[in-house]
């Protein structure tokens, strides 16, 4: 597989919080420069990032995040603002709350509202694995699935564990075929990168990749 191939399929990833404008603006040159799928930000950071890129770069960013317990209501509004600042793609977190309190049809109608306000741009659900059973992860194939969003993505990075080989080989034994699979968290290597796309992962969420794939990490 070529640096190229796998570029194409990793969200290039900055969002601690202390990311300055420099951190972004460095993210979004290799992103250009070496094809990434995307660049994955603070909301906060949408807008100045379409002003000044256009459209050379795909921006996602993330909302509900990272701990997914924001109202409903307040997740669609951080969807709105996103998508009128020029973002392209949205990667929720779920209320893992909802999920842990065995409310999977909830936590599937928020999925289904969010998927709704996101409209034709991509939306992608973090479940958050590391904090789930097989069953709630099952039971997130299902409500992934039937609210109509386009990915369903492992973890959010600020988690207690990220991707595993065992969590995408779940989601693809029980997501519906119109959902795609992006592995986050953890991914640290070339070697790992090469795996999960090995697996079927359309997408990989990481702030590494480039790095690896340049030989400075």
């Not at 399929?9 to 992103?31: G, N």
């Not at 256009?54 to 993330?62: A, E, F, L, Q, S």
Request: hydrophobic letters at 40%; one cysteine or more; charged letters at 25%.
């Amino acid at each position: 597989m070529t640096a190229k191939e796998i570029l194409s399929k990793v969200d290039h990833t900055q969002l601690k919080a202390f990311a300055t404008w420099e951190d972004i603006a460095k993210l979004c040159d290799e992103a250009v420069e070496y094809g990434c799928a995307s660049v994955c930000v603070p909301p906060a950071y949408v807008k100045r990032i379409h002003d000044t890129y256009g459209d050379k770069v795909n921006i996602c960013t993330v909302v509900g995040f990272p701990l997914g317990y924001s109202v409903t209501g307040a997740k669609v509004a951080e969807v709105k603002q996103a998508l009128a600042d020029g973002c392209n793609e949205i990667d929720m977190v779920i209320n893992i709350s909802d999920v842990k309190n065995g409310l999977f049809k909830k936590a599937e109608e928020e999925i289904r509202i969010l998927k709704a306000a996101c409209g034709e741009h991509i939306l992608k659900v973090i479940i958050e694995t590391c904090y789930l059973t097989e069953e709630e992860k099952i039971a997130m194939c299902k409500a992934v699935t039937n609210a109509g969003a386009d990915y369903i993505k492992t973890s959010t990075g600020f988690g207690t564990g990220g991707a595993t080989k065992e969590d995408v080989e779940l989601f693809k034994a029980h997501i519906g075929p119109g959902v795609k699979i992006k592995a986050a968290g953890g991914v640290s290597t070339l070697e790992d990168l090469e795996m999960f796309i090995g697996l079927g992962c359309d997408r990989i969420g990481t702030s590494r990749a480039v790095g690896l794939l340049k030989g400075e990490i």
